[in-house]
């Protein structure tokens, strides 16, 4: 340890890390943000142990049993108290210290104490501890040999407080690992609150600043609310200690915001705005930090492959930014300034977090993108805004669209409302709304079961050895049965060694089945279950009959020698897909640019389906390119080859890693050629030459989500069939249009030409049944007692704007009772919008023009009519169902609800 006490952000956390490495325990790299695909229980990671959630479940064997990290976290939550308290941020630094099955609570209490006092120099006498002091309910009494061990390092008695279980006993949920807390308390002093101790106010004098998780139970609840613990099999250490909050302390700030991480941001907010930070002005100081925390945030998820859109960790992303850019401009900040912030964050972080110096220009390409086009959003807002306050009225659900959708502050919506002394009423419905949303964002953060558990409990369950995976080098193994497992009416199989890959990275488990050494077939292999390394294999009699059990005369037993033969050509196809998906990658890349990341992928003995992050279509010029080159690659007949390296080595030769993926030190990385086109980590297998792919087809690109693009192609005999295909379709319209195949479009388009010369054309075949029997129906108190009110609100694609009117007019006419129909046709670039109002309804005071220019602003357009019947267009056919929910919400406000 160095004899000078730490003060920067890095000096502790290099303090920290260095402590407990000198201390046996292995340093981890942080994790990304964005969780690995082991763990759907959350949407970002919140904590430090959340990556190492399979050691501490038993589905992985960790790299030691002593580990330490410094872990970017995200919590969503905290969004909204962002600015508003001295201690909230949405993107901080978790240091942490993790024993799993090795030291216990002696120790880790005394590492915790010499590292406060003598590592961070704090004053003994100053830091209170807290224990857990028991529970009834759960059977527990005081935490005793915690407060022993606190003793045994020199904690006096009177600064070890007994707290109840709310405080100071963890648990993940109704189920799973659990035990008692202790915390360390740094005391600061009288200034900060009065003379009690922690626990007792709500003051800032007594401050946590870590956290001892001491895992040693397992609770069960039963259906009449009760719980039951027992120990668990090893006890476990998981502890945490926010960096930020340490600096704060260390370096004698008020605030976060005042750290040495902090200044530089609120800085630039100072430079940019021309105010001044802490001069009295309060919405000044909040705006400041916002957008300090903000654009730290926004910088970090991109740099994990997080890109803005309305869904799930796009839609948290995007909300930042959008926040940032709202403050921004509250504070004078004129132009576009998110870059400069993306700047400052990466010279303060970079250091720590090298990915976002190689990710700058990337994560700039997005900000950019997005601030852009925040900027046209938000036009469209105030003119929302605008129409509202003439119409003398602010509801708390206007002024929570105006939040949600368009980024506007609630103080801002109340400000401009008072300026016209329209009265403000809607605060109570405004918070309802606000909670119901983050409820949503912590249900969201908690999905899903716990990192892979019942996975690793049913290969562990089968049996306790792992499997040995030969599927690299072999598709037939002569093997013995390790273990069986009948449960909830399915067999698993346990081999000593496996030949079939179980799903992962994208790629399907392989099929094929399991003989007996006498050569009779006993087990058809209908799915695997992936436990880290390890697999148990899902099988049914080889004739596929029955309940999926294995009949009484499979003898399968322990010890049993079997013959395990994966199916040649699934696995084959699903190989030639697999590389081609690395030559996809590796294409789009060379082609869009560096922004291009894998979002997802299937790849299956049929198609690969492969998911990338970029903001635009392509063109048809950009598909023929990328085919023509995976193609090239095809021809070129380059050795494909999987090289086992480390994860240090594999980076510095530039191979691609899928963003929230766990890898251990020693990783396998597959190259095509000589790796200078493509060269990824993966696990998968794949094909020994890219010869052996054939032909690779590209057959849809589409949107998988906002910014997020999907390619689905074909290789082998089955691009082959589909060439062949189109080729018999070529033929047919050759022959009914009487023309030779080169001829064709020709023929086609004067066809058509002779059409619009002649008869009136058909209308379109939209099912207008249907969208009425989606109606929404606002009724009773929502349109202030009056009689209900149908109302369509619907996407018509592929629609030309002048046939919508007729549309919505039948439409209407099948709601059976006077109604409002609101549709929109987006196209390529643009999107069409009609309004159809029944006159009863006109009278109650929805009017189509007033409709459609609140849906037309949000999609950046205008446009009006008749009060019965109006329409508009747009350029940003991307919001087109956030216009849709803004005339749905105009509909409700016009009608009284």
């Given at each position: 340890?160095?004899?000078?006490?730490?003060?920067?952000?890095?000096?502790?956390?290099?303090?920290?890390?260095?402590?407990?490495?000198?201390?046996?325990?292995?340093?981890?790299?942080?994790?990304?943000?964005?969780?690995?695909?082991?763990?759907?229980?959350?949407?970002?990671?919140?904590?430090?142990?959340?990556?190492?959630?399979?050691?501490?479940?038993?589905?992985?064997?960790?790299?030691?049993?002593?580990?330490?990290?410094?872990?970017?976290?995200?919590?969503?939550?905290?969004?909204?108290?962002?600015?508003?308290?001295?201690?909230?941020?949405?993107?901080?630094?978790?240091?942490?210290?993790?024993?799993?099955?090795?030291?216990?609570?002696?120790?880790?209490?005394?590492?915790?104490?010499?590292?406060?006092?003598?590592?961070?120099?704090?004053?003994?006498?100053?830091?209170?501890?807290?224990?857990?002091?028991?529970?009834?309910?759960?059977?527990?009494?005081?935490?005793?040999?915690?407060?022993?061990?606190?003793?045994?390092?020199?904690?006096?008695?009177?600064?070890?407080?007994?707290?109840?279980?709310?405080?100071?006993?963890?648990?993940?949920?109704?189920?799973?690992?659990?035990?008692?807390?202790?915390?360390?308390?740094?005391?600061?002093?009288?200034?900060?609150?009065?003379?009690?101790?922690?626990?007792?106010?709500?003051?800032?004098?007594?401050?946590?600043?870590?956290?001892?998780?001491?895992?040693?139970?397992?609770?069960?609840?039963?259906?009449?609310?009760?719980?039951?613990?027992?120990?668990?099999?090893?006890?476990?250490?998981?502890?945490?200690?926010?960096?930020?909050?340490?600096?704060?302390?260390?370096?004698?700030?008020?605030?976060?915001?005042?750290?040495?991480?902090?200044?530089?941001?609120?800085?630039?907010?100072?430079?940019?705005?021309?105010?001044?930070?802490?001069?009295?002005?309060?919405?000044?100081?909040?705006?400041?930090?916002?957008?300090?925390?903000?654009?730290?945030?926004?910088?970090?998820?991109?740099?994990?492959?997080?890109?803005?859109?309305?869904?799930?960790?796009?839609?948290?992303?995007?909300?930042?930014?959008?926040?940032?850019?709202?403050?921004?401009?509250?504070?004078?900040?004129?132009?576009?300034?998110?870059?400069?912030?993306?700047?400052?964050?990466?010279?303060?972080?970079?250091?720590?977090?090298?990915?976002?110096?190689?990710?700058?220009?990337?994560?700039?390409?997005?900000?950019?993108?997005?601030?852009?086009?925040?900027?046209?959003?938000?036009?469209?807002?105030?003119?929302?805004?605008?129409?509202?306050?003439?119409?003398?009225?602010?509801?708390?659900?206007?002024?929570?669209?105006?939040?949600?959708?368009?980024?506007?502050p609630v103080e801002l919506t109340v400000e401009l409302?008072?300026?016209?002394?329209?009265?403000?009423?809607g605060q109570d419905e405004f918070d309802r709304l606000?909670?119901?949303?983050?409820?949503?964002?912590?249900?969201?953060?908690?999905?899903?079961?716990?990192?892979?558990?019942?996975?690793?409990?049913?290969?562990?369950?089968?049996?306790?050895?792992?499997?040995?995976?030969?599927?690299?080098?072999?598709?037939?193994?002569?093997?013995?049965?390790?273990?069986?497992?009948?449960?909830?009416?399915?067999?698993?199989?346990?081999?000593?060694?496996?030949?079939?890959?179980?799903?992962?990275?994208?790629?399907?488990?392989?099929?094929?089945?399991?003989?007996?050494?006498?050569?009779?077939?006993?087990?058809?292999?209908?799915?695997?279950?992936?436990?880290?390394?390890?697999?148990?294999?899902?099988?049914?009699?080889?004739?596929?009959?029955?309940?999926?059990?294995?009949?009484?005369?499979?003898?399968?037993?322990?010890?049993?020698?079997?013959v395990a033969r994966v199916d040649r050509k699934a696995?084959?196809?699903?190989?030639?897909?697999?590389?081609?998906?690395?030559?996809?990658?590796?294409?789009?890349?060379?082609?869009?640019?560096?922004?291009?990341?894998?979002?997802?992928?299937?790849?299956?003995?049929?198609?690969?389906?492969?998911?990338?992050?970029?903001?635009?279509?392509?063109?048809?010029?950009?598909?023929?390119?990328?085919?023509?080159?995976?193609?090239?690659?095809?021809?070129?007949?380059?050795?494909?080859?999987?090289?086992?390296?480390?994860?240090?080595?594999?980076?510095?030769?530039?191979?691609?890693?899928?963003?929230?993926?766990?890898?251990?030190?020693?990783?396998?990385?597959?190259?095509?050629?000589?790796?200078?086109?493509?060269?990824?980590?993966?696990?998968?297998?794949?094909?020994?030459?890219?010869?052996?792919?054939?032909?690779?087809?590209?057959?849809?690109?589409?949107?998988?989500?906002?910014?997020?693009?999907?390619?689905?192609?074909?290789?082998?005999?089955?691009?082959?069939?589909?060439?062949?295909?189109?080729?018999?379709?070529?033929?047919?319209?050759?022959?009914?249009?009487?023309?030779?195949?080169?001829?064709?479009?020709?023929?086609?388009?004067?066809?058509?030409?002779?059409?619009?010369?002649?008869?009136?054309?058909?209308?379109?075949?939209?099912?207008?049944?249907?969208?009425?029997?989606?109606?929404?129906?606002?009724?009773?108190?929502?349109?202030?007692?009056?009689?209900?009110?149908?109302?369509?609100?619907?996407?018509?694609?592929?629609?030309?704007?002048?046939?919508?009117?007729?549309?919505?007019?039948?439409?209407?006419?099948?709601?059976?009772?006077?109604?409002?129909?609101?549709?929109?046709?987006?196209?390529?670039?643009?999107?069409?919008?009609?309004?159809?109002?029944?006159?009863?309804?006109?009278?109650?005071?929805?009017?189509?023009?007033?409709?459609?220019?609140?849906?037309?602003?949000?999609?950046?357009?205008?446009?009006?009519?008749?009060?019965?019947?109006?329409?508009?267009?747009?350029?940003?056919?991307?919001?087109?169902?956030?216009?849709?929910?803004?005339?749905?919400?105009?509909?409700?406000?016009?009608?009284?609800?």
């Open positions: 340890m160095s004899t000078s006490l730490p003060v920067t952000s890095d000096e502790i956390r290099e303090t920290f890390l260095r402590f407990f490495e000198e201390h046996g325990s292995r340093r981890l790299a942080s994790a990304s943000l964005v969780p690995a695909q082991h763990d759907p229980s959350v949407m970002l990671t919140t904590a430090g142990m959340h990556p190492l959630k399979p050691y501490f479940l038993g589905a992985d064997t960790p790299p030691s049993k002593r580990l330490t990290s410094c872990q970017k976290c995200f919590r969503t939550p905290d969004i909204d108290n962002v600015g508003v308290t001295a201690r909230h941020l949405t993107c901080f630094e978790m240091l942490g210290n993790f024993s799993i099955g090795d030291y216990f609570k002696r120790e880790a209490i005394a590492f915790a104490w010499e590292l406060t006092v003598k590592g961070f120099g704090f004053d003994p006498e100053k830091v209170f501890v807290t224990v857990f002091g028991g529970d009834e309910a759960l059977g527990l009494g005081v935490d005793q040999e915690s407060i022993d061990f606190w003793l045994e390092v020199g904690v006096p008695r009177e600064r070890i407080i007994e707290l109840g279980r709310e405080d100071n006993f963890w648990q993940a949920g109704p189920n799973g690992p659990c035990g008692p807390c202790t915390e360390l308390y740094l005391d600061r002093g009288p200034e900060y609150g009065p003379a009690t101790k922690p626990g007792e106010d709500e003051s800032d004098r007594f401050m946590e600043f870590w956290n001892l998780v001491l895992m040693q139970y397992e609770q069960t609840t039963h259906d009449d609310g009760t719980s039951t613990l027992k120990p668990l099999p090893t006890n476990n250490i998981d502890t945490g200690m926010g960096l930020n909050r340490m600096a704060m302390l260390l370096q004698g700030k008020e605030t976060i915001f005042e750290t040495d991480q902090f200044v530089p941001l609120i800085a630039l907010g100072e430079e940019l705005s021309g105010k001044t930070y802490e001069s009295g002005d309060e919405a000044v100081d909040r705006a400041m930090r916002i957008l300090a925390d903000h654009t730290r945030g926004m910088t970090f998820l991109i740099s994990d492959g997080v890109v803005p859109s309305n869904e799930d960790r796009g839609y948290v992303l995007r909300r930042l930014m959008r926040r940032a850019v709202v403050q921004g401009r509250r504070i004078g900040i004129e132009g576009e300034f998110l870059g400069r912030y993306l700047d400052a964050v990466v010279d303060v972080m970079g250091a720590a977090y090298p990915e976002l110096v190689e990710r700058r220009e990337e994560i700039r390409t997005w900000v950019t993108a997005e601030e852009q086009g925040f900027g046209r959003t938000l036009t469209a807002g105030l003119k929302l805004l605008e129409g509202l306050l003439e119409a003398g009225t602010v509801s708390g659900a206007d002024a929570f669209l105006l939040h949600d959708t368009h980024g506007f409302a008072e300026e016209r002394e329209i009265a403000w009423t606000m909670a119901d949303q983050r409820d949503r964002s912590k249900a969201g953060s908690r999905r899903g079961d716990h990192g892979g558990a019942s996975a690793g409990s049913i290969a562990s369950l089968v049996a306790p050895t792992p499997t040995e995976f030969t599927g690299y080098a072999a598709l037939e193994q002569h093997t013995t049965v390790a273990g069986i497992l009948e449960r909830d009416g399915k067999t698993y199989l346990k081999l000593a060694e496996s030949p079939f890959y179980p799903e992962g990275g994208g790629q399907v488990s392989d099929g094929g089945t399991i003989v007996l050494e006498d050569g009779s077939e006993a087990a058809t292999v209908v799915g695997l279950v992936r436990a880290g390394d390890d697999q148990a294999i899902l099988v049914q009699p080889a004739d596929g009959v029955g309940d999926g059990r294995l009949s009484a005369d499979v003898a399968f037993r322990s010890g049993q020698a079997v696995r084959h196809a699903t190989e030639c897909n697999h590389t081609a998906t690395h030559l996809l990658h590796a294409a789009l890349r060379e082609r869009l640019g560096d922004h291009v990341h894998q979002a997802g992928s299937a790849v299956r003995p049929d198609k690969l389906r492969f998911d990338f992050s970029h903001p635009g279509k392509l063109t048809p010029e950009d598909v023929r390119w990328v085919e023509d080159r995976v193609n090239e690659r095809v021809l070129a007949a380059d050795p494909v080859r999987a090289i086992t390296t480390t994860l240090d080595e594999a980076r510095a030769m530039g191979a691609q890693a899928l963003f929230g993926e766990k890898y251990g030190d020693v990783v396998r990385m597959v190259e095509v050629g000589d790796g200078e086109f493509s060269r990824e980590l993966c696990g998968g297998t794949h094909v020994r030459n890219t010869a052996e792919i054939g032909v690779f087809k590209i057959t849809t690109e589409t949107s998988s989500s906002a910014n997020v693009r999907r390619v689905e192609a074909i290789t082998g005999p089955v691009a082959v069939d589909f060439l062949r295909e189109r080729d018999a379709v070529l033929d047919e319209i050759s022959e009914a249009a009487k023309v030779p195949a080169g001829q064709v479009v020709e023929r086609i388009a004067k066809l058509r030409d002779d059409a619009k010369g002649g008869a009136a054309k058909a209308a379109p075949v939209v099912d207008e049944s249907a969208l009425a029997a989606e109606a929404i129906e606002v009724g009773g108190d929502a349109v202030g007692g009056g009689a209900p009110v149908p109302v369509v609100v619907a996407r018509v694609e592929n629609v030309p704007p002048k046939e919508l009117p007729a549309i919505a007019d039948r439409v209407k006419g099948k709601l059976g009772a006077p109604g409002v129909v609101v549709l929109a046709s987006p196209s390529e670039d643009k999107v069409a919008l009609i309004v159809a109002v029944g006159p009863e309804v006109v009278e109650r005071g929805v009017k189509a023009g007033d409709i459609v220019k609140a849906a037309a602003a949000v999609v950046g357009g205008g446009g009006g009519g008749k009060p019965t019947m109006a329409q508009a267009g747009g350029k940003d056919p991307a919001k087109t169902d956030d216009a849709l929910r803004a005339a749905h919400d105009a509909i409700v406000a016009a009608l009284g609800g």
